[in-house]
């Protein structure tokens, strides 16, 4: 009977501690503290993969899929969905469902505004892709012609300087 005891205490130890590991792993993916000093070039890139500010201010989440539908219930991220090369592709998502993220590399915008989806009248056609144009697709879900992204597209609440950062890193990419 003592070694059924033992056994059952140990087992008890055991799922004791994955709930302390894993109440842990959550707690730094929600607020950003898993990262280490210097583990990136950029403030830009740092948002790309944390959605966090090295300024401290908050960039959150105010619409599109429900928050925790991507990337097995993870938290929203730029390289969930765009991949670690911004390049996108496809990804299941909760439920099952498949979808096709797009290529976020700043030529690739300027590609697909050279399209024709730009507004050459306001200065945004012809390849000319803007900090106003990615400020509308990220935090108002818009194509640069004015139509709505893909639901799938998270919408964001993101100051000024950060969005620049942002756009800085995804330039930097080839």
Not at 22 to 48: H, K, L, M, P
Request: glycine share 14%; charged share 25%.
């Amino acid at each position: 009977m003592k070694r059924a005891a033992w056994i059952a205490s140990i087992f008890g130890v055991g799922i004791l501690l994955l709930s302390l590991l894993n109440a842990c792993t959550v707690f730094q993916r929600r607020v950003g503290t898993g990262w280490g000093e210097g583990t990136f070039d950029s403030n830009g890139e740092r948002i790309y993969f944390t959605s966090t500010s090295e300024r401290g201010t908050r960039i959150t989440y105010t619409g599109g899929p429900p928050e925790g539908h991507m990337m097995g219930g993870d938290y929203l991220v730029c390289a969930s969905c765009h991949g670690l090369d911004a390049q996108g592709g496809l990804h299941a998502m909760m439920g099952m469902q498949i979808m096709n993220a797009p290529d976020i590399r700043w030529e690739s915008l300027a590609s697909e505004a050279d399209e024709g989806h730009g507004d050459e009248e306001e200065g945004h056609g012809e390849g000319e892709y803007t900090l106003e144009l990615f400020r509308l697709a990220v935090v108002e879900g818009l194509h640069p012609d004015g139509e709505s992204l893909d639901d799938d597209m998270p919408r964001w609440d993101i100051g000024d300087e950060d969005l620049e950062d942002l756009a800085q890193f995804l330039m930097s990419l080839d």
